[in-house]
């Protein structure tokens, strides 16, 4: 399909085929059935894994338990072969001197596993995988396994373990296996995957229906550390269980386990693959007009120019605010109308753009052949969307790619017309509630707070703000929390039990930021005041992003104070004071760090940020991700500086996992909400960075030739 003459085809390849279509688009392109998962939450048996795999970009949520052994776990499946867990493990009634007060010892530890064969139907299904690689090696083990479907309901697997999966009835033995860390963990432990004792485990799995699911397992977890701290009696290899599928694809299953207790569990998979594009209930857009074929050419009207353009600009604010949207700005010419796009309430930016479209279709004299969309965020143009008017009227009953083809997205610096119409309201509050949660603490692994949220906004110029969040607490026990951590650094995040036990009420961050551009592909942000919940001071930032790259370069540096532990207006000195040594150590006033941003495509993209961070420490932040076209996001990340796993303590390095989901997932109408889970094992000094809201690269892409082409499907909506 040939582009029209001056413009440039937007992601070509969308229009390759059904299958490229439907990845570009965000859409399903197959199912494939979520297996059973083993306690661990991965899956397999009943503690036994299997060589399966989940559909691609499946999360699942489980919670499974054995004796005195409870297990929670989040499994994402990061690639079609590739899955990665995160667990948080309780076993109560444990002897160790890292258990909390009742006896329980709480664990977190990571999985990965990778399907080396996929399932035909002659070889069975092949998977490697690491369990609990990177933590205190409680649950350290390593398998190769096999599975097999006999017919229509049976399933076979059997597999080799190593560590944990290999401690009952080995086969032999491959090398020296360092004993369990049972410490701080943290480390990835390479030096004992694959070497020590080998058992094989197996199991059988029948389908007798649809919904109810027969277990027979072998295993080779013998169970030692809980026999030896805990008094679990090991009596049989051979566990038995049954599960049943509920509504929504959940399980529940029952177990008879090792000849002596009992177990259940729970797994809840989702899949934001296949979730589709929140939103649907909202009342559809203006269909477009399509002018009288002889009218296209009449430039009578350019006469009064300046009257038609006053005309227009106030039919086209009334009309937009039917869609939720406004503009900023406004220009008319003889075949060309440009407008600054202001979209507070579509998450998919696309669906913000036909609609704009549609309504200038309805407004524009007849001979305005050419609309140029300006969205901006903060007031600042990201980007130009340029689109024919013919073909607006020409392509509305047909496929959204279609359309695509003949779009221009470019950059939109030295493009926007002024900023001549008043924002409103400049000035803006609303009274919400809030939920905050404290997690993995072992005096309590999980805490909540509720409480009453009073925000405001005042749109002081279009690209200079300010705002504000004051919470007070309703109900809740975080700031029952007592554990103070030890530290070898400047407390930069671990004297963040003083702020939860002496924040409330609270001023959550009070920030007057300006946004702008600053070149030709660069863009920039000042933001002053109280930052976060533990500091206050300056940051600014500037980034190189090319509206059609994958790309993004940043800078950002930050000058910084501690707030005082009430969270309310007055500032500390810098000077922190180690609890547990007298010691006061300096937090630097400067931090900040140089990132570089890459899409990969399809859906998956990375970050590197290399800098100072706020205890003074040097080093990079790695971060990873999946996004969906309906807004559902998933990452990890991993800080490495030049402290040492010693000086960091507990968890060695910083790490975590987050999970955005798009809030027009529980109201279905269109939002721009988010709301955005960080898991984070342990939190420490080392690699801590600061909070700083409205950072750039997130705004500026959402309206960059990546984003739009992959919500492109929401412009006829």
Not at 91 to 103: E, M, Q, T, V
Not at 252 to 271: D, I, V, W
Not at 345 to 370: F, L, N, T
């Amino acid at each position: 399909m040939e582009a029209k003459a001056g413009f440039r085809p937007v992601r070509a390849w969308c229009l390759a085929g059904t299958a490229a279509a439907a990845v570009c688009l965000g859409l399903p392109t197959g199912a494939q059935q979520v297996p059973s998962y083993n306690t661990y939450g991965v899956p397999g048996l009943i503690d036994m894994p299997s060589a399966e795999m989940a559909p691609d970009a499946t999360i699942s949520l489980t919670y499974g338990r054995i004796d005195e052994s409870n297990r929670g776990a989040i499994t994402f499946q990061l690639t079609p072969r590739l899955s990665g867990t995160f667990r948080y493990a309780g076993i109560g009634n444990f002897d160790d001197p890292n258990s909390n007060a009742d006896g329980v010892f709480y664990d977190r530890s990571f999985d990965l596993r990778f399907q080396l064969l996929t399932e035909t139907s002659i070889r069975p299904a092949v998977a490697i995988g690491l369990q609990d690689f990177i933590g205190t090696g409680i649950y350290s083990g390593e398998y190769i396994v096999a599975t097999k479907t006999v017919g229509q309901k049976l399933k076979a697997t059997a597999g080799l373990g190593w560590g944990r999966l290999g401690s009952y009835n080995p086969l032999g033995s491959y090398g020296e296996r360092p004993g369990n860390l049972l410490g701080s963990g943290g480390l990835p432990t390479y030096d004992r995957w694959f070497r020590g004792d080998i058992a094989g485990f197996g199991g059988l799995a029948y389908q007798f229906n649809d919904n109810l699911t027969l277990k027979l397992e072998y295993s080779s977890d013998a169970y030692d550390d809980e026999s030896d701290r805990g008094g679990f009696e090991h009596n049989s290899p051979l566990n038995y269980g049954v599960e049943y599928r509920l509504p929504n694809d959940a399980r529940l299953a029952l177990y008879y386990a090792y000849g002596s207790t009992l177990g259940f569990q729970l797994s809840y998979p989702m899949n934001p693959k296949t979730l589709g594009i929140p939103g649907g209930l909202e009342a559809g857009g203006l269909p477009v007009r399509r002018r009288p074929a002889n009218s296209v050419s009449d430039l009578g009207w350019t006469g009064a120019l300046a009257a038609y353009e006053d005309n227009t600009r106030q039919r086209l604010i009334t009309s937009l605010q039917a869609d939720d949207l406004s503009i900023e700005g406004y220009q008319l010419e003889p075949h060309r109308a440009t407008i600054r796009l202001r979209n507070e309430h579509y998450g998919r930016p696309a669906q913000a753009i036909g609609r704009a479209a549609r309504a200038m279709s309805r407004i524009m004299p007849d001979s305005v052949e050419e609309f140029v969309i300006i969205p901006v965020e903060n007031g600042t143009p990201m980007s130009a969307i340029t689109l024919r008017r013919s073909d607006l009227e020409n392509l509305e009953n047909d496929a959204a790619v279609e359309m695509l083809a003949r779009a221009s997205i470019t950059d939109a610096y030295g493009k926007a017309p002024p900023s001549t119409i008043p924002v409103t309201p400049k000035f803006s509050w609303s009274l919400t509630s809030y939920y905050e949660t404290s997690t993995f603490d072992p005096d309590a692994p999980f805490r909540l707070d509720i409480g009453a949220q009073l925000g405001a906004s005042w749109q002081i110029t279009p690209n200079l703000s300010l705002s504000g969040a004051f919470r007070k607490r309703v109900i809740g026990n975080i700031h029952e929390t007592e554990r103070l951590s030890p530290s070898e650094l400047p407390r930069a995040r671990t004297d963040i039990t003083y702020y939860a036990q002496n924040g409330d009420p609270k001023l959550r961050d009070l920030v007057l930021a300006w946004n702008g551009r600053v070149g030709p592909d660069l863009y920039g942000r000042v933001s002053a005041g109280y930052l976060e919940s533990m500091y206050a001071g300056v940051s600014s930032e500037v980034l190189w992003k090319p509206v059609d790259s994958a790309l993004a370069l940043g800078v950002e540096v930050n000058f910084v104070r501690r707030r005082d532990y009430d969270q309310l207006f007055a500032l500390m000195d810098n000077t922190t004071y180690e609890p547990f040594s007298d010691v006061t150590r300096e937090i630097p006033d400067f931090n900040g760090h140089v990132s570089a941003y890459y899409d990969f495509g399809g859906g998956y993209t990375g970050q590197m940020d290399i800098g100072r961070y706020l205890a003074g420490d040097w080093g990079t932040t790695l971060t990873v991700g999946r996004e969906f076209a309906n807004g559902w996001k998933f990452g990890a990340f991993a800080t490495f500086t030049n402290v040492s796993s010693d000086e960091f303590g507990e968890g060695s390095f910083d790490k975590g996992i987050t999970l955005t989901i798009p809030m027009s997932v529980g109201i279905g109408t269109p939002t721009r909400e988010y709301d955005t889970t960080v898991i984070r094992p342990i939190t420490r000094d080392g690699g801590a960075r600061l909070s700083v809201p409205g950072r750039l690269y997130g705004n500026v892409r959402t309206w960059h030739e990546d984003e739009i082409t992959d919500s492109w499907g929401r412009f006829w909506r």
